[in-house]
Antibody
């Protein structure tokens, strides 16, 4: 059974930092590109970042460039995103998702990040 | 690429046919378009990729069609479990983008 389990969400003040983790099992994590996709409360989906299978290629949506860093540990089957200089508009449920040739075949249950003073 | 989904909300009854539209602001490269279903409190689920290929385990009442800038998700006969929000995603042009969603509700 495929599982993607996010952790590390919570309440943080504007300007603060948070690191999300996503533990993967049930598929070959080390050969899969992985993404973070977020969803603000009551709104639609927004792609945030993607990392290649080896970890050497990373891409970000413009609004998080320079603030978020995606990484992975293939020995631990875990995906990360380090989020710095958080803004109110970063408030969302963050999903990790397994990327296959463009589409997202597996999704985690999501981690809520709330940025508020 | 901006994806515009219509209608915003679709009210239908079980057994009816649903037609959901996704229109792109420019041509989607190689018909690289996917559809997802999302129920309240749940993660999205992949339904269709490559504009018309059903994902593993997806019932054949779901079908995708279209090319270029106009794409359609059709649910031939609605089951009670099909009432949800549906999103399209294009992955042919960087950055990948999602539509704003169509809510399919019970009439």
């Amino acid at each position: 059974e495929v599982r993607l389990v996010e952790s590390g969400g919570g309440l943080v003040q504007p300007g603060g930092s948070l690191r999300l983790s996503c533990a993967a099992s049930g598929f070959t994590f080390s050969t899969s590109a992985m993404s973070w996709v977020r969803q603000p409360p009551g709104k639609g989906l927004e792609w945030v970042s993607i990392i290649g299978a080896s970890g050497s290629n990373t891409y970000y949506t413009d609004s998080v460039k320079g603030r978020f860093t995606i990484s992975r540990d293939n020995s631990e089957n875990t995906l990360y995103v380090q989020m710095n200089s958080l803004r109110v508009e970063d408030t969302a449920v963050y999903y990790c998702a397994a990327y296959k040739s463009g589409w997202y075949v597996y999704w985690g249950q999501g981690a809520l990040v709330t940025v508020s003073s | 690429i901006v994806l515009t989904q219509s209608p915003g909300t679709l009210s239908l009854s079980p057994g009816e046919r649903a037609t959901l539209s996704c229109r792109a602001s420019q041509s989607v490269s190689s018909n690289y378009l996917a559809w997802y279903q999302q129920k309240p409190g749940q993660a999205p689920r992949l339904l269709i990729y490559g504009a018309s290929s059903r994902a593993t385990g997806i019932p054949d009442r779901f079908s995708g069609s279209g090319s270029g800038t106009d794409f359609t998700l059709t649910i031939s006969r609605l089951e009670p479990e099909d009432f949800a929000v549906y999103y399209c995603q294009q992955y042919g042009n960087s950055p990948q983008t999602f539509g704003q969603g169509t809510k399919l509700e019970i009439k």
